[in-house]
């Protein structure tokens, strides 16, 4: 795992962070926490194992509005 952390696969603003659990159920709201807190931008993508983001969802995300 650390060597996946060191390799250069990632870009930069990827940040990994290793979680694990005490307990035997899925502790999703530690997990959202865990990345709002390892977090250095104001916005984060909480997504879960049974969503798949589309490919477009870069670029579909930079043409929406800068301000509502």
């Known amino acids: 795992f650390q060597s996946l952390l060191d390799s250069?696969?990632?870009p930069s603003r990827v940040r990994v962070s290793m979680f694990v659990a005490e307990k035997t159920t899925f502790?999703?709201?530690e997990l959202r926490?865990?990345?709002y807190s390892n977090s250095d931008?104001?916005?984060v993508l909480v997504?879960?194992?049974d969503i798949l983001p589309s490919p477009s969802l870069?670029?579909?995300f930079l043409?929406?509005?800068h301000a509502i």
Do not use: G, K
């Open 63 to 65: 043409s929406l509005p």
């Open 33 to 35: 926490n865990l990345a």
């Open 8 to 10: 250069s696969l990632l």
């Open 58 to 60: 870069h670029s579909t």
């Open 27 to 29: 502790p999703i709201n």
């Open 41 to 43: 931008s104001t916005h």
């Open 47 to 49: 997504t879960d194992i």
